[in-house]
């Protein structure tokens, strides 16, 4: 598996006496766009979870491009370049945009103890940029994120994701509470992610949403992986009798 | 020109600010030109830094989205820390370390509480209240003790500037103003703090340490109002325990008016200060136009509904402004 940008082994998770992950293994290609499917408590969200720092695996490990990795909180899987954007979006509705894209990795003209001025300049420009990149059509970057539709503001947590360089791009359920018009869109950033050269884990309920916009799919049921098969070599009839 | 109409539509401090330069016009009628006199603008740029402290803390820690009830009483225990070390023979520059060390203390215990065993701000402050009004009073035995005739009130209470108008506490405020909201606006230190406040899930996955910001909040918070306390202190000449009562709800009051929102994530400090002045201002000029005193509260709490119903209204204008692209 030299070509695995992630891979889990063994992954193992209790939560108060419920076994939620049972040594789950994994194998992550570099490029490809990953469809996570299962129903609720089946242990996509533990996964991820794990994966994005949120919560600590019981056992097992995980490498990131070969290497053991410890992943403790969010912050080291940013630092991992690991990023994920979940439904309940990752934005603060109360803050303008070119804030919101740089959270927690804000630019400082100078910092003492890790506090220090904001470079808004830099901010500002980079935004307009981050943005544009991910083909989102906004008026300004000083514009309140609480003033955007649903669509735009997982497209602002998108292009967030991006603008940091991040090898994995982990999308929680992100078309929940969307509009069809809008759940095309966040498809279309998904589909996009492989140009970048991103690789992409999408997580949703909806199995024509996964086979519309990724390479494989993985089904997981009872904290379990229970199928693992490229999209051209399945179907949704065979994905939903698994599970 | 409509985007800038907008911007200033989305300002939270803006009906505070709107209603400061009304009832200042209000009152200097009403009064006869008194109001805006120099005698009168010095006794009100007096008192103004002991409220406007507090409000400051209280509304940068409503912004990262808690709440602290017990600012009234810290307001009183500090300056009473001092004055019990001060008779003890403890230097002031030592007492004042101690008092604000005091405060920080408070501050770290309101916050961790909140924040470990995920209690709402709310009852934490509320307890810390009768906790530390309670210890003031124990503190000092039940009788004020004597301040020392040596006090450095040079550098806190002296009228300095021209026609000896300002307080030197006038200045510590209006620097430490300035200090805060710089921090809010302009660091990434106050990026933390809206987000913490404006939507804890995100700032937290976004790698943010909200409990950490939180903590910073709580503890920047009481020792603000602590430091404002021994201002009042020294103005006043004696250490009184009961200072400070139910100064937290209108600090609550003052930054509410001046836009921030209760349930976090908005808020300016000059929209707190706003908020102080138009008290202080209410205070003075109902006196001033021989309205029964009485009304005071009165008009406070008609300020503070009013106000929050001004800022949603023109949030919501601001919000139906559709800009093109």
Same mark, same amino acid.
């Given at each position: 598996? =030299?070509?695995?940008?992630?891979?889990?082994?063994?992954?193992?998770?209790?939560?108060?006496?419920?076994?939620?992950?049972?040594?789950?293994?994994?194998?992550?290609?570099?490029? =490809?766009?990953?469809?996570?499917?299962?129903?609720?408590?089946?242990?996509?969200?533990?996964?991820?979870?794990?994966?994005?720092?949120?919560?600590?695996?019981?056992?097992? =490990?995980?490498?990131?491009?070969?290497?053991?990795?410890?992943?403790?909180?969010?912050?080291?899987?940013?630092?991992?370049?690991? $990023?994920?954007?979940?439904?309940?979006?990752?934005?603060?509705?109360?803050?303008?945009?070119?804030?919101?894209?740089?959270?927690?990795?804000?630019?400082?003209?100078?910092?003492?103890?890790?506090?220090?001025?904001?470079?808004? !300049?830099?901010?500002?420009? $980079?935004?307009?940029?981050?943005? *544009?990149?991910?083909?989102?059509?906004?008026?300004?970057?000083?514009?309140?994120?609480? $003033?955007?539709?649903?669509?735009?503001?997982?497209?602002? *947590?998108?292009?967030? *994701?991006?603008?940091?360089?991040?090898?994995?791009?982990?999308?929680?359920?992100?078309?929940?509470?969307?509009?069809?018009?809008?759940?095309?869109?966040?498809?279309?950033?998904?589909?996009?992610? !492989?140009?970048?050269?991103?690789?992409?884990?999408?997580?949703?309920?909806?199995?024509?949403?996964?086979? %519309?916009?990724? %390479?494989?799919?993985?089904?997981?049921?009872?904290?379990?992986?229970?199928?693992?098969?490229?999209?051209?070599?399945?179907?949704?009839? =065979?994905?939903?009798?698994?599970? | 020109? #409509?985007?800038?109409? /907008?911007?200033?539509?989305?300002?939270?401090?803006?009906?505070?600010?709107?209603?400061? +330069?009304?009832?200042?016009?209000?009152?200097?009628?009403?009064?006869?030109? +008194?109001?805006?006199?120099?005698?009168?603008?010095?006794?009100?740029?007096?008192?103004?830094?002991?409220?406007?402290?507090?409000?400051?803390?209280?509304?940068?820690?409503?912004?990262?989205?808690?709440?602290?009830?017990?600012?009234?009483?810290?307001?009183?225990?500090?300056?009473?820390?001092?004055?019990?070390?001060?008779?003890?023979?403890?230097?002031?520059?030592?007492?004042?370390?101690?008092?604000? +060390?005091?405060?920080?203390?408070?501050?770290?215990?309101?916050?961790?509480?909140? &924040?470990?065993?995920?209690?709402?701000?709310?009852?934490?402050?509320?307890?810390?209240?009768?906790?530390?009004?309670?210890?003031?009073?124990?503190?000092?035995?039940?009788?004020?003790?004597?301040?020392?005739?040596?006090?450095?009130?040079?550098?806190?209470?002296?009228?300095?500037?021209?026609?000896?108008?300002?307080?030197?506490?006038?200045?510590?405020?209006?620097?430490?103003?300035?200090?805060?909201?710089?921090?809010?606006?302009?660091?990434?230190?106050?990026?933390?703090? #809206?987000?913490?406040?404006?939507?804890?899930?995100?700032?937290?996955?976004?790698? @943010?340490?909200?409990?950490?910001?939180?903590?910073?909040?709580?503890?920047?918070?009481?020792?603000?109002?602590?430091?404002?306390?021994?201002?009042?202190?020294?103005?006043?000449?004696?250490?009184?325990?009961?200072?400070?009562?139910?100064?937290?709800?209108?600090? +609550?009051?003052?930054?509410? &008016?001046?836009?921030?929102?209760?349930?976090?994530?908005?808020?300016?400090?000059?929209?707190? @200060? &706003?908020?102080? &002045?138009?008290?202080?201002?209410?205070?003075?000029?109902?006196?001033?136009?021989?309205?029964?005193?009485?009304?005071? /509260?009165?008009?406070?709490?008609?300020?503070?509904?009013?106000?929050?119903?001004?800022?949603?209204?023109?949030? #919501?204008?601001?919000?139906?402004?559709?800009?093109?692209?």
């Amino acid at each position: 598996m =030299e070509d695995a940008i992630i891979s889990v082994r063994n992954l193992h998770k209790w939560y108060s006496g419920v076994h939620a992950l049972k040594g789950v293994s994994l194998d992550l290609k570099r490029g =490809e766009a990953l469809g996570l499917v299962g129903d609720n408590g089946a242990g996509k969200s533990t996964l991820i979870n794990i994966l994005s720092g949120v919560h600590t695996a019981d056992e097992g =490990e995980i490498l990131v491009e070969g290497r053991p990795v410890r992943i403790a909180r969010p912050r080291d899987a940013m630092n991992l370049g690991i $990023e994920t954007i979940y439904q309940y979006n990752s934005t603060v509705p109360t803050m303008s945009i070119a804030r919101n894209l740089f959270i927690g990795r804000e630019p400082t003209l100078f910092s003492v103890f890790g506090v220090g001025i904001l470079d808004q !300049k830099q901010m500002a420009s $980079e935004s307009i940029k981050a943005i *544009a990149n991910v083909d989102l059509h906004l008026r300004s970057p000083d514009a309140l994120v609480g $003033e955007l539709s649903g669509g735009q503001r997982q497209g602002v *947590a998108i292009a967030r *994701a991006m603008h940091f360089k991040s090898k994995v791009m982990i999308l929680d359920e992100p078309t929940n509470h969307l509009s069809v018009k809008e759940t095309s869109k966040v498809i279309g950033f998904v589909r996009g992610l !492989k140009a970048q050269g991103v690789t992409g884990v999408f997580i949703s309920h909806n199995m024509h949403h996964v086979f %519309d916009c990724c %390479d494989r799919v993985v089904a997981m049921a009872r904290g379990e992986v229970v199928l693992d098969k490229r999209i051209e070599e399945t179907s949704i009839d =065979e994905v939903h009798n698994v599970l | 020109m #409509k985007r800038l109409f /907008k911007t200033y539509l989305e300002k939270p401090e803006l009906a505070g600010l709107i209603l400061l +330069v009304l009832l200042v016009v209000i009152f200097e009628i009403r009064s006869n030109g +008194v109001f805006l006199n120099q005698d009168n603008l010095r006794g009100m740029l007096g008192i103004l830094p002991e409220t406007g402290l507090v409000a400051i803390g209280v509304t940068i820690l409503m912004i990262s989205g808690e709440f602290d009830l017990s600012v009234g009483s810290v307001f009183a225990l500090m300056p009473m820390c001092m004055a019990v070390l001060m008779v003890e023979g403890v230097p002031f520059p030592l007492a004042l370390l101690a008092g604000l +060390v005091v405060c920080a203390v408070i501050g770290f215990i309101n916050g961790y509480v909140t &924040i470990w065993f995920e209690i709402p701000s709310f009852i934490t402050t509320l307890g810390m209240l009768f906790i530390a009004r309670s210890l003031t009073i124990v503190v000092s035995g039940g009788f004020p003790p004597l301040l020392p005739a040596d006090l450095p009130n040079w550098l806190f209470t002296s009228f300095v500037g021209p026609g000896n108008m300002f307080r030197m506490s006038f200045l510590w405020f209006a620097g430490i103003a300035l200090l805060t909201s710089l921090m809010l606006s302009r660091t990434n230190f106050g990026n933390w703090i #809206k987000a913490t406040g404006g939507f804890h899930p995100a700032a937290a996955s976004m790698g @943010i340490p909200t409990a950490r910001v939180k903590l910073a909040c709580f503890v920047l918070c009481s020792m603000l109002s602590g430091f404002a306390g021994m201002l009042q202190v020294l103005r006043l000449g004696s250490p009184l325990p009961s200072i400070g009562e139910g100064l937290e709800l209108q600090a +609550v009051a003052s930054a509410v &008016i001046g836009g921030a929102s209760l349930a976090g994530g908005i808020g300016t400090v000059a929209g707190g @200060i &706003i908020g102080t &002045i138009l008290i202080r201002i209410i205070d003075n000029g109902l006196v001033l136009s021989n309205v029964d005193a009485n009304w005071f /509260k009165f008009a406070i709490g008609f300020l503070t509904i009013f106000a929050v119903v001004a800022n949603a209204w023109m949030r #919501k204008r601001a919000k139906a402004i559709k800009m093109e692209g």
